[in-house]
């Protein structure tokens, strides 16, 4: 069993700043690469920033210099710093992780959170 779970989303005015946490659980052996995707309202699903277990991030462009993702490896936990927040960044935002689960080393697997709604209006 392996679940992610996140939390503090919200409403915030442009040019506001939030952070969100996304806590892994379960049965991990070890936790790979971990990143944050949003989707905005008919919209595709896209790749926001991700971190590797070493601690190298990618950033999407239309974010980058606002949003700083980091991981705290002793609490399986990965955040996801906004700041200078735009109302174009209104999105349900989604944590992603590839996991090895102790009772299957053979095998990583792809896991998601449930979504948190960042919107953001004046």
């Known amino acids: 069993q392996v679940q992610l779970v996140e939390s503090g989303g919200g409403l915030v005015q442009p040019g506001g700043s939030l952070r969100l946490s996304c806590a892994v659980s379960?049965?991990?052996?070890?936790?790979?690469?971990m990143g944050w995707y949003r989707q905005a309202p008919g919209k595709q699903r896209e790749l926001v920033t991700s971190i590797t277990s070493g601690g190298r991030t990618v950033v999407a462009d239309s974010v980058k210099g606002r949003f700083t993702i980091s991981r705290d490896n002793a609490k399986n936990t990965v955040y996801l710093q906004m700041t200078s927040l735009k109302p174009e960044d209104t999105a349900v935002y989604y944590c992603?992780?590839?996991?090895?689960?102790?009772?299957?080393?053979?095998?990583?697997?792809?896991?998601w959170g449930q979504g948190t709604q960042v919107t953001v209006s004046s």
């Open positions: 379960g049965s991990v052996f070890r936790v790979n690469d």
């Open positions: 992603n992780a590839n996991i090895m689960r102790r009772e299957a080393l053979f095998r990583s697997v792809d896991y």
